[in-house]
C-alpha cells in the first residue's frame, strides 16, 4: 500500500526533462514505428516536430533488420493486420537481440483476441518501457480483463501495484500509465506522477499513441535509464499539448497547435510548467 | 414522380436534430469502424469531436466480435484489402445478427470489381443506413454502372427513385445520397432534403466518408428510427462545415475549424442554421 | 561536369508553371495514388486542395483497370505490403502498357530490400517521373546503397550525374531531386533548379511524398513533357509551402496553411515568387 504523503513538485525532474528534450532535438534520434494505421501519420507529425525521425518500416523482412539499426522502436497493436502482426514480432525479437531500445503500446488488449494475443508474445520480449491505459495495463499485466474498446473503465491508480510488480527486472524496464494524471514507474525511479496534460488530448485521435512514439523517443537518448525517458517524455508531451490547449477553440485547433507547440518548447517552459511528483517509497510498497 | 411544390424549413427537424445532437453527447456512442486507410484519421476525430468513440477494429476474429457489443458500426469500402474486407463481412454479419444498427458506405463502387462485389454482399445484410453519392447508391442498387472514382457524375435527384425503391423494408433502413443538397430517404420520414453544408467538404478527404460514421453515430441513439437518424447526422455535420467555412482560409484551415465546431455546436446552432425540407408525399411517388 | 556559371531567374519557367497550373485547375486531372498509409489522406488533401481529385485505388484486380482510365498514376513505395506491392506492378503494367503518365516515388530504398527490389521491378516499366531525394535516386540508379531511412544523406547534386545519366530515353522520362534546391533533369528542359520551399516541409510528414501526386496531376496536362511537369509541380509545391511558412507558427500550424496556399495560390504569385534557373548545358555534361 501507498502510504507516502503529496510530495512537491520535483525541480530535478523538470531539470531532468528539460535536458533530456534537449538530447533529443540535439541527436534526432530515427524511431522506428509500427503503429496502427489510424494515427501513423500524427505519429510521425509528433515526432518531427519534437526533432525526432520516423520511420514506418512495418513489413517483414525489413522490418527487423531496420530495428537493428534503428535509435529505438516502438510497436503499437491497434490494428493488428497480419503482415504489421508479424513485423511487430520480427522487429521486437531484432530490438532485444540488438539492444535497441523499444516501447510497446498494447492498445486495446484485453477481450479482443487478436492483439491480446500478439501483446503478450510481444511483452515476453522484455520492451524497454509498457505504455498504455489503466485498463491496457492491467489486462496484458494479468490484473482484469480490459475495457471494450480503446477507452480505460479504470485510472491509473487502478494499475499501480500490477506496473510495480512489473518493474521486478525481469517484465519491462519501466512503465508509463495515461490518465488525468499520469503514473510512471521504473526501478531507479519509484513512482512518478506527472500532472500535466489537457483533456482535449483525449478529444482526437492518437493523442495518447503518439506518446508512445515520444517515449521510444526519449529511450534513445536515455537507453540506460527507461523510467526517467519515460518521465521526460511524458512531461514533455503534456506540457505542449496544456499550453496547445490555452489557445485552442476546440479538438480541431488544438492539434497544429500541439505540433506548434512540441517544436517549439524551450527547457524553461518544461521547468516552468512541469508538475512531476515522486513517491520515493512506492515500488517496494 | 415528384410534383409537390417546395416546403418551407421544418422546425420539427430542427428541434428533432438538436435532441439526438444531446442524446449523442449524452451517451457517447462507441463506433466501430472498417473505412478506408485515406480517412481514418479524419473519421476517428470527427466522432471525438462530435462526443462519440471510435474503435478501427477491422481484423477478422475480432471484427465480429466486436460488432456485438459495438453501439453502431461503419462499414466503408474505399480500400478494399483482402483483411478488412473479410472483416467488413464478419462484422456485417455479426451486426445483423446482433440488432447492432450498421452504415454501409459503399465508396466507388460501380466500375470497379472488388469493391463492387463486396458491397453487394454487405448490402444483403440490409444495412441500418446505406450512405453515398448518387453515383454509388445508383450502381449499387441497380441503377448505372457508377462513376470513375469517388466523385459523383450524378446529383442527389437521379438516385431519387432508386432510394425510395429501396425502402421497402427489406433492402436498407434508410438513405442518405450526398450532394450540394443531401436527400435522405425512409420509410417514416419520406423524402428529407438538407440544404446545409459548403463545397469545401468536397475539397478535403473524408468530407463524405466522415459523414458515414456521424450517421452510424446518430443510428446507436436512434435505432428505432434511421431516417431521422440520417437527417439529423447529415444536419449536425453540414452546419457545423458551413459555420467553420465562414472562418476558413481555404480547404487547409477548414479542417481543424470544423473539427470545433462540431464539438461545440450547440442546440441553438443547429435550430437556427437548419435548412432541412420534407416532401411528404415521397415514398409514395 | 558542369562548370556554367550561375543563370539569373528564368522568366519563361515562371510563366509556363503558372500555365500549368491553371491547366491543372481547369481539367481536374484524377491522379490515382498507391502510397503509403502514413501519407495517404494529406496526399489526398493536397491533390485535392490543388484543383486535382485522388482516388487511392490499391487493391490488385482494381488497380491495373483503374490505371487506364485515370488521368495520372502514382506509385510510392513508403509501406510495401504484400497487396499493395501487387498493386503496385498491376498499376504501373497497366500505366505503360496504356499511356497514362506515372511518377515512381521509391521512399527509403537502399538497405531494405522488399521496397528496393520492388523499386527496380517499377523502374523497369520506364516511369514518366522518378521523384525522391539524392540518397533514393543514387540507390535506384545504382550511384550509391542510400540512406538508413527517408531522410536524404546526400545533396541533389551528388545525383546529378546519375540523374542525367537516366534521361537517356530508355530509363525515366524525367527526374525529380528533392532537396534544399530541388533539381529537376529531362531531355528537354536540362538541370533546372527551383530555390522555392522551407525547413517546414521536412518537419511534417508527407511533404516530398506529397510532391509525388502534385508531379503525377501535373504529367496529366503536359504528358508530352514530364520535365516542364515536374518543374512546374515542384515550383507550385515549393512556392506554396514558402508563403504558408511566413504565417506559420510552426510544423503545425504550416499545415493547414499549405493547404490554403495551394488552393489560393494565383499565377501572379508563381511568377512573382519563382526562383527557377536553368543550366543549359547539362544534360550533354
Redesign the interface.
Given at each position: 500500500m501507498h502510504t507516502a504523503a503529496p510530495v512537491p513538485p520535483s525541480p530535478d525532474w523538470a531539470d531532468r526533462t528539460a535536458a533530456l528534450l534537449e538530447g533529443v532535438r540535439a541527436r534526432g534520434p530515427?524511431v522506428q514505428c509500427i503503429t496502427?494505421?489510424?494515427?501513423?501519420?500524427?505519429t510521425?507529425?509528433v515526432l518531427?516536430?519534437l526533432g525526432a525521425?520516423?520511420?514506418?518500416?512495418?513489413?517483414t523482412?525489413?522490418a527487423g533488420?531496420?530495428a537493428r539499426?534503428a535509435d529505438a522502436l516502438l510497436v503499437n497493436t491497434?490494428?493488428?493486420?497480419?503482415?504489421?502482426r508479424a513485423a511487430s514480432l520480427e522487429a521486437a525479437h531484432a530490438a532485444h537481440d540488438a539492444g535497441t531500445p523499444w516501447v510497446l503500446d498494447p492498445v486495446?488488449v484485453g477481450?479482443?483476441?487478436?492483439?491480446t494475443a500478439l501483446a503478450r508474445d510481444l511483452l515476453a520480449l522484455r520492451p524497454t518501457v509498457l505504455r498504455g491505459n489503466a485498463s491496457e495495463v492491467l489486462a496484458l499485466l494479468g490484473g482484469s480483463a480490459g475495457g471494450?474498446?480503446?477507452?480505460s473503465t479504470a485510472g491509473p491508480d487502478d494499475a499501480r501495484a500490477a506496473a510495480v510488480a512489473a518493474t521486478d527486472g525481469r517484465t519491462v524496464g519501466a512503465l508509463a500509465v495515461s490518465g488525468p494524471v499520469d503514473l510512471l514507474v521504473a526501478p531507479g525511479t519509484g513512482v512518478v506522477r506527472v500532472a500535466n496534460g489537457t483533456p482535449l488530448l483525449?478529444?482526437?485521435?492518437?493523442g495518447g499513441c503518439a506518446l508512445g512514439a515520444v517515449v521510444a523517443a526519449f529511450t534513445a537518448v536515455a537507453p540506460e535509464d527507461p523510467g526517467a525517458a519515460a518521465v521526460a517524455a511524458t512531461a514533455v508531451h503534456t506540457i505542449a499539448a496544456e499550453l496547445a490547449a490555452r489557445d485552442?477553440?476546440?479538438?480541431?485547433?488544438?492539434?497544429?497547435?500541439?505540433?506548434?507547440?512540441?517544436?517549439?518548447l524551450t527547457p524553461e517552459d518544461v521547468v516552468r510548467e512541469a508538475r512531476i511528483t515522486t513517491e520515493p517509497t512506492a515500488v517496494s510498497a
Open positions: 530515427l496502427n494505421t489510424v494515427v501513423q501519420n500524427v510521425a507529425n518531427l516536430a525521425f520516423a520511420a514506418m518500416v512495418d513489413v523482412t525489413e533488420a531496420f539499426v491497434g490494428t493488428p493486420h497480419p503482415e504489421p486495446a477481450s479482443l483476441p487478436v492483439r471494450r474498446g480503446v477507452d483525449t478529444r482526437i485521435t492518437g485552442a477553440g476546440g479538438p480541431g485547433t488544438f492539434q497544429p497547435l500541439f505540433l506548434d507547440r512540441l517544436a517549439t
